[in-house]
């Protein structure tokens, strides 16, 4: 018989735990389908300083894209976009989200980003600018997003542009490439079924 021990006891349910947090995202995984975007991991943080996991947007209509912010060129564009996007779309609250990650994870901070959001007037309850810790993620987030980018010898950034809009599970409905600071009829249209 083996005598009381507290703290054999909470060895066991520290392990326990360990093993269940570990275990949750990959259960979470294998039940997504399988051309999920969900299926990868990549840790964020966002203008308010909070870290979080992109899945963690999982649950409701997500529109995702990636930009930068020191750019002058088809961010700004892209920013007024998904801002008159919603606009025009009129989700009821809590029934969309729109991610935007920035290309730029070694200029863009939480502080930067904060302002770009204040500058451009996103609504926090919708809007959430991020940026990855590491490059590595950032390339990571953009192949899943097909956004292609490089860094050019002006610091500038050369990237494609494309705004995504992924159901609850986190697969693709629709996307768009259209450059333009007026809504994607057709996009706007498939937001449209995704949060009724």
Known sequence: MNP????????????????????????????LPAESLYRLSVPLKDSQGRQFDWRALAGRPLLVTMF????????????????????????????????????????????????????????????????????????????ALQVKYRSVSNGEINHTTRVSLLDANGKVLASSTQLSPLPDPALVAQIKLAVK
């Open 4 to 31: 009381f021990n507290p703290l054999r006891r909470t060895a066991l349910r520290a392990g326990a735990l360990a093993a269940a947090l570990i275990a949750a995202p990959l259960a979470h995984a294998e039940a």
């Open 68 to 143: 930068y912010g020191d750019c002058n060129a088809a961010c700004p564009i892209i920013i007024e976009n998904l801002r008159r996007t919603v606009d025009e779309v009129k989700p009821a609250p809590g029934r969309l989200a729109v991610l935007m990650v920035s290309l730029d994870p070694l200029y863009d901070s939480p502080a930067s980003l904060a302002d770009l959001a204040k500058s451009h007037k996103l609504d926090p309850a919708i809007f959430r600018l991020a940026v990855a810790a590491n490059e590595t993620h950032t390339r990571a987030m953009a192949g």
